[in-house]
């Protein structure tokens, strides 16, 4: 097979910059593909070329084979890098690059099917002697069946949809009269998720972990694995941390698990970089009869950089190789050294139910220490049209308990603004005592939610707030600042927070070993800062005006749609009544009046498209209307 010469990346953002690193290293040209929304982003810019292909929405874009192959085409590739998610397992697309004559960097289209739908991987696994999860798999799917099915296996269960993913088309059903409902439920997010509602059930495992083996397979007839890594905590079946190696793991536990994991990828005659994933019994120490086979990822994981920090491969670059024809190295030569931790940096709020918060990135203060892949940088944004994911911190050390350490310590350094950052519950995560201890299930979060959430976070923080707004205080950075002045007089000063909240500062000299992830900056509205993870802006009251908004407004806390406005000019409303509905990453959210009052303006109407911090709505006081 001939040395690929230019590669378009059928994707955007932080993998498609990762992929144009790798390619770059190995003297490959680049073709960046964009929409409307990332005209100006970073890996348009990293590229060597750039091909527009539609609007903004994905699926008239990125998700478009036409225009992907047509961009292909049009600027001379002769390889195609589908990345991860959208294209990226989808088997009509490898077909149609090898239709145009393209080498696409991933495996053949009858390996992805083969592993696509779920209850078929199941049986394949079955018929290749692989473990899996006691369960039905069964083409007919009449609710009556299914539930004599769960009573069979016996409660609680777990509902899937076979052509599923991303947490999606998944029900735990507790009790035999929950489960018609959670079925119907479940059935209807598939269908509209997938366009498939078939589903098939399992036994839900009470303590479960999530441990995937990376796998490689060569056109030589090749597979090899790369190791184990632990993705057990997660939010609503969604990865929020990854590790590698598997905590607890032992030499007999991996030996079992990856020799299941290199069988599942020879059953399929496997080409190219792929995960299989296992459900694993966490209620012990783990076992060689304790973990089940739960589906194949057959593309690039998102988590893929925890396995190159611990092997010292580059994934991306065994991707090209193998598509060019070359053979993987033998299992002997890959060996495993440190332990890696990462994080996904996400644009969402955390004490918000995690709503997305998208919009421009007017200040992105990242860590500098060991490694972070990103597809977006300071003066950009994050888009309303695509997953909202910022950036990947990933820390290397010689043992768990130091890596860990690190990427907290990572994640308390980070500060974004205006938009919110999901850093400090990351931070939360790691620091946590049970996460320490290698003693965590997918329950993790919901279980402990009472210790990883900060309700409370601006009283906690006013300390180091009143050492970060000090008038002696001059340096930026407040880790190497000499603190206060001796003598400074007691002094207190009211500002006002970006949400509308009135806070007191006192200005006296502290009482405790400040912490030391503590950053200020200026912008035009105030002062900008960072605390462990969480950002604040503060705007002088003296040097405000008193109509600024505050509680006389409602304003839009991202950029969205608006689908209702249930209000219009001169109606008295109280405090709480819903007065705009609003969608934004395919949620909705209802805007409340902040207190009673009369409406004195709306300023948009059904239908209207708005950005991030617009008045929808003007108070007045119902005196000022007599």
């Avoid at 999530?210 to 184990?228: A, K, W, Y």
Wanted: aromatic share 6%; charged share 25%; net charge negative.
């Amino acid at each position: 097979m001939n040395s690929i010469k230019k590669i378009l990346i059928a994707n955007r953002g932080e993998i498609a910059c990762r992929v144009m690193k790798t390619a770059r290293k190995m003297g490959i040209a680049t073709v960046a593909v964009y929409s409307d929304a990332d005209r100006k982003a970073l890996h348009v810019r990293m590229a060597d070329e750039a091909v527009h292909i539609g609007p903004s929405p994905a699926n008239e874009s990125y998700l478009v084979i036409d225009k992907i192959i047509a961009a292909a085409t049009e600027t001379g590739a002769d390889a195609v890098h589908p990345g991860y998610g959208f294209l990226s397992e989808n088997p009509e697309f490898v077909r149609a690059c090898e239709k145009a004559g393209l080498n696409f960097i991933g495996p053949k289209a009858e390996s992805m099917e083969a592993m696509g739908l779920k209850d078929a991987a199941k049986k394949l696994m079955d018929k290749a002697g692989v473990p899996t999860t006691p369960g039905y798999h069964g083409e007919d799917q009449s609710p009556k069946l299914l539930k004599a099915k769960a009573s069979m296996i016996g409660y609680p269960v777990l509902i899937k949809a076979v052509a599923g993913g991303g947490g999606k088309g998944m029900r735990k059903v507790e009790a035999e009269n929950d489960f018609e409902a959670a079925l119907a439920s479940c059935q209807r997010e598939a269908k509209s998720s997938f366009g498939n509602d078939d589903v098939l059930i399992e036994k839900y495992i009470q303590s479960p972990r999530h441990i995937e083996v990376q796998v490689f397979g060569d056109t030589h007839g090749n597979v090899v694995h790369m190791f184990e890594r632990d993705c057990s905590l997660q939010r609503r079946h969604q990865k929020v941390i990854e590790e590698a190696p598997a905590p607890g793991m032992t030499e007999d536990v991996r030996a079992a698990m990856t020799k299941a994991a290199i069988e599942a990828a020879q059953a399929v005659n496997y080409v190219g970089a792929g995960t299989v994933e296992f459900i694993v019994d966490g209620s012990g120490k783990l076992r060689t009869d304790g973990f089940w086979f739960m589906e194949m990822n057959t593309r690039l994981q998102v988590e893929h950089p925890v396995t190159e920090m611990i092997t010292g491969l580059d994934l991306v670059e065994w991707q090209i190789r193998v598509a060019q024809g070359e053979a993987l190295p033998d299992q002997d030569k890959i060996t495993l050294k440190g332990h890696a931790v990462e994080a996904r940096l996400y644009a969402e709020d955390p004490a918000n139910d995690f709503l997305p918060s998208v919009g421009d990135l007017v200040l992105l203060n990242m860590p500098k220490a060991n490694r972070v892949d990103t597809g977006v940088e300071q003066g950009g944004e994050v888009s309303i049209y695509y997953d909202p994911m910022i950036a990947k911190l990933i820390a290397l050390a010689d043992n768990r308990v130091q890596a860990i350490s690190a990427l907290e310590d990572m994640c308390r350094g980070t500060g974004v603004y205006p938009i919110k950052t999901n850093a400090r519950f990351l931070a939360n995560c790691l620091s946590h005592p049970s996460f320490v201890a290698g003693e965590v299930s997918t329950n993790f979060i919901s279980q402990e939610s009472e210790t990883l959430f900060y309700e409370n976070a601006i009283s906690e923080d006013l300390e180091s707030l009143s050492f970060a707004m000090a008038p002696s205080v001059e340096s930026t950075d407040f880790a190497a600042s000499d603190g206060w002045r001796l003598n400074q007089p007691f002094r207190t000063t009211f500002y006002r927070m970006l949400n509308g909240e009135e806070i007191a500062l006192n200005f006296k000299p502290s009482s405790q070993t400040l912490k030391s992830h503590i950053k200020r900056r200026r912008v035009p509205k105030g002062d900008v800062v960072f605390i462990d993870g969480l950002t604040y802006l503060l705007e002088n009251m003296a040097a405000t005006s008193s109509g600024a908004i505050g509680g006389n407004t409602l304003t839009a806390s991202m950029p969205g749609k608006i689908i209702a406005v249930n209000t219009k000019a001169g109606d008295a409303v109280k405090a709480g009544d819903p007065l705009i509905v609003m969608e934004a990453m395919k949620m909705e959210m209802t805007l409340e009046a902040p207190r009673d009052g009369i409406v004195a303006e709306v300023n948009f109407e059904m239908g209207a498209l708005v950005s991030d911090g617009e008045i929808l709505l003007t108070l007045e006081d119902e005196k000022e209307t007599k």
